[in-house]
């Protein structure tokens, strides 16, 4: 697997360079560069401006390897859905410019007064659109497990299952409540097992909020050798964190010995 950033929190008030620079003195790989933070790599940027980004990361060897909107597909205005259908696409355009694997998107309600069969599908409908534009530039969507209601994983299955678009994949988010009765996530691990394109992790240490010693040995039961990406709190020592951090990341995919 590979170690990354979503710049949420701990790199949010970051620019490119100390982006570039903390990931390179800390070993984490790549970054996922969400939407409205200090790195300024926004749909905005002229493609001149994003032929430097590109360059910049490329001789960095630090990738940026997602672009983390928050375009949502729950809406019941039609031109607000619209609007976020064709943001999401305004972004597959910024990724596929900036060498970027993946865009993420997300639900992140199911609106009072419409039933959530029609909403699960309403967003599935949308994901799909979406999803295909990705494929045609050669950019991967991510759905992130996310929302109040919609980041129950059954209903997030029922999604994946009206996209049903190869491109259609999720962000599976670590999200606290996935448990059953015995404190496992594999039987909800096992409903989008298939659809997994990118993974957020949070604070691994905290055993008691996520079993992370179970989720590992799952995403290497199928192969997984994607981007796992901490999105846990900053620091006022961020250099410390993220060497610690790498190091517990290592350790729970087996490699004890380190580097």
């Known amino acids: 697997m590979k170690l990354g950033l979503v710049t949420y929190n701990m790199a949010a008030a970051w620019d490119v360079?100390?982006?570039?620079?903390?990931?390179?003195?800390?070993?984490?790989?790549?970054?996922?560069?969400?939407?409205?933070?200090?790195?300024?790599?926004e749909e905005s940027l002229s493609k001149h401006e994003r032929l430097n980004v590109r360059k910049k990361f490329a001789d960095s060897g630090i990738v940026p390897y997602g672009i983390g909107t928050v375009y949502e597909f729950h809406a019941t205005d039609a031109k607000v859905l619209k609007d976020n259908?064709?943001?999401?696409?305004?972004?597959?355009?910024?990724?596929?410019?900036?060498?970027?694997?993946?865009?993420?998107?997300?639900p992140n309600a199911l609106p009072a007064g419409v039933s959530e069969e029609k909403t699960l599908e309403q967003i599935g409908l949308a994901f799909r659109e979406v999803a295909a534009a990705g494929a045609s530039a050669g950019v991967k969507v991510w759905m992130e497990v996310h929302g109040k209601d919609t980041c129950r994983v059954d209903r997030m299955r029922?999604?994946?299952?009206?996209?049903?678009?190869?491109?259609?994949?999720?962000?599976?988010?670590?999200?606290?409540?996935e448990t059953d009765d015995?404190?496992?996530?594999?039987?909800?691990?096992?409903?989008?097992?298939?659809?997994?394109?990118?993974?957020?992790?949070?604070?691994l240490w905290d055993t008691k909020r996520y079993p992370w010693a179970e989720i590992f040995p799952l995403l290497q039961?199928?192969?997984?050798?994607?981007?796992?990406?901490?999105?846990?709190?900053?620091?006022?020592?961020?250099?410390?964190?993220?060497?610690?951090?790498?190091?517990?990341?290592?350790?729970?995919?087996?490699?004890?010995?380190g580097k």
């Open 182 to 203: 015995s404190g496992s996530v594999k039987k909800n691990f096992e409903l989008l097992k298939h659809k997994i394109g990118c993974v957020h992790i949070q604070e």
């Open 85 to 106: 259908i064709e943001g999401s696409k305004r972004a597959i355009a910024l990724a596929s410019d900036i060498g970027a694997e993946g865009v993420k998107v997300r």
């Open 17 to 41: 360079d100390t982006m570039i620079k903390n990931c390179r003195e800390t070993g984490f790989q790549g970054v996922e560069l969400r939407t409205t933070h200090a790195h300024k790599v």
């Open 221 to 257: 039961s199928i192969g997984y050798k994607g981007w796992t990406s901490y999105e846990g709190p900053g620091s006022s020592d961020p250099i410390l964190v993220m060497k610690c951090y790498r190091r517990i990341w290592e350790c729970l995919q087996g490699n004890t010995a």
């Open 158 to 177: 029922k999604i994946v299952d009206v996209a049903e678009h190869p491109n259609a994949l999720v962000t599976w988010n670590c999200n606290t409540g």
